[in-house]
Each structure stands twice: as C-alpha cells, then as structure tokens.
C-alpha cells in the first residue's frame, strides 16, 4: 500500500470534515424538523456544532503546506471524486421518485442514508483512509436497522438525526486526525544549550588549550602538543596578534 503524503493527508481530513459537519447538519435540522423539535433553540444549538467543527478545518486549509502529489494523481482523484457523486446523487433522485412512485415516502431516510454510506467504500480507497470505510458500514447497518425495527412514522424523524450523529462523529474523528497530522508536521522547538567549556569558548577567561579545559598562558600555543614554552616568538607574537600596528621583532 503507497503512503499517503502529509501535506495530501491534511487536505483530505480537513475537507472531509466540511462535508461530514455541513450535511451532518442538515440531517440533523431535517430528523428535528420531522419531530416537529426544529425551533429557535435547536437551531442555535445545531449552528454551534456546525461552527465548532468549520471553523478549525477551515484554520487547518489555510495552514496546510503545499502538497508533493504530482499533477496525474490530482487529476486522477478530482475525476474519480466527481464520478462516485455524480453516481451518488443520481442514485439518491432515483430512490425517492421510485419510492414515490410506489408510495413508500417513509423509506426515502434510509434509503438515502444507504446511498450516502456505500458511496464512502470508493472514497475511503480514493483517500486512503480507512475510518471511511467504518463510517460507510455504520450508515449501512443503522439504515437497515431503521427500516426494518422502527415504525414506519418513526423511520424518517429517527433515522434522520441517526445519520446526523453518525455523520457528526466521522466530522469530530477526522478534525481530531487532522489536527494531529498537521501538529506533526509542524518543527518542534530546537533546544540549546550553551556549553562552553567544552568548545573552547572562555567568556572573559583565558583561552584553552584547543577547545580542552587545560588554559594555556600568554605566548604558549592553543593547540595540545606543541611546546609548552611558546612557538618561538614569546610575548612579542602575542602582542602582533593583539595590535595589528605593534612591530614585532623576531
């Protein structure tokens, strides 16, 4: 299996979740809306799980680095993202004139639910991401169970905020990965620690004796091995090194 780069990664999760919370959301207000519970409260409460899971995916594509993925792959993602949702709307306005047709309005719900979650297999292969998969069966199972378990007058109300909440979940778990991915990314501070008595650095002392914790005197090499009695030039060596103008004599 090919790895995923960080920067696709980061890209992917985040407007994964603009997906999962926008139409989280909007199962959330339609199952509320069938319960006849959709007033000024819920909906206030629904915009806020909205802005608690926009607002950081939207920090996160705006701080996301450039991505490594060449030119054919994005390509070939962008034309397979719009193949499976264009089979999956067409499914879904297949469904509910079908549905209609044969009087069956109380399993448009989880009919569409059904829809929404087989069309995550293809894009959790496309992505690879694998919790895509977990979510996709978990609308499949939960859609069946609704249809077959609940009354019909109860299907569409129940199964709706169902959804949601499955839907909502997947948004929190793939912010959560996200952000992880991208606070991987980011260069952790570099920790320094000055240590100079070990690299020659004397700070106001005399010089060490190449870097060694041995000083030498004025006039005596700052190399280990040399004469310890100077290189032959003495104080006056030593003073030319200080002042460029004195005159040094041999």
């Known amino acids: 299996m090919q790895s995923v780069d960080p920067a696709e990664a980061i890209?992917?999760?985040?407007?994964?979740?603009?997906f999962f919370a926008g139409f989280g959301s909007l199962w959330l207000c339609t199952?509320?809306?069938?319960?006849?519970?959709?007033?000024?409260?819920?909906?206030v409460a629904a915009g806020a799980?909205?802005?608690?899971?926009?607002?950081?995916?939207?920090?996160?594509?705006?701080?996301?680095?450039?991505t490594?993925?060449?030119?054919?792959?994005?390509?070939?993602?962008?034309?397979?993202?719009?193949?499976?949702?264009?089979?999956?709307w067409i499914a879904i306005v297949a469904a509910i004139v079908l549905l209609n047709m044969f009087q069956q309005t109380d399993f448009i719900v989880p009919a569409i639910a059904t829809i929404v979650g087989l069309h995550l297999f293809p894009?959790?292969?496309?992505?690879r991401y694998p919790a895509h998969y977990v979510t996709?069966?978990?609308?499949?199972?939960?859609?069946?169970?609704?249809?077959?378990?609940?009354?019909?007058?109860?299907?569409?109300?129940?199964?709706?905020?169902?959804?949601?909440?499955?839907?909502?979940?997947s948004a929190a778990y793939t912010l959560i990965a996200a952000t992880r991915a991208a606070s991987m990314r980011r260069p952790s501070p570099v920790k320094y620690r000055a240590d100079f008595s070990h690299r020659g650095f004397t700070r106001g002392r005399q010089p060490s004796c190449g870097g060694s914790r041995v000083l030498c005197g004025v006039g005596e090499p700052a190399r280990p091995g040399f004469p310890r009695r100077g290189n032959g030039k003495g104080a006056f060596q030593f003073l030319a090194?200080?002042?460029?103008w004195a005159e040094t004599k041999s």
């Open 241 to 244: 090194e200080v002042n460029p």
């Open 11 to 18: 890209l992917g999760r985040a407007t994964g979740v603009l």
């Open 31 to 43: 199952g509320l809306s069938a319960m006849h519970r959709l007033n000024i409260l819920s909906g």
């Open 136 to 169: 996709g069966t978990v609308l499949v199972v939960w859609s069946a169970a609704v249809a077959l378990v609940l009354r019909p007058q109860d299907i569409a109300s129940v199964g709706a905020v169902g959804t949601a909440v499955i839907l909502l979940t």
């Open 49 to 66: 799980i909205l802005a608690i899971l926009v607002i950081p995916a939207m920090h996160l594509l705006q701080d996301a680095p450039q």
């Open 68 to 88: 490594r993925v060449d030119n054919a792959r994005q390509i070939e993602m962008k034309r397979v993202f719009g193949r499976v949702n264009t089979i999956q």
């Open 123 to 127: 894009l959790a292969r496309l992505f």
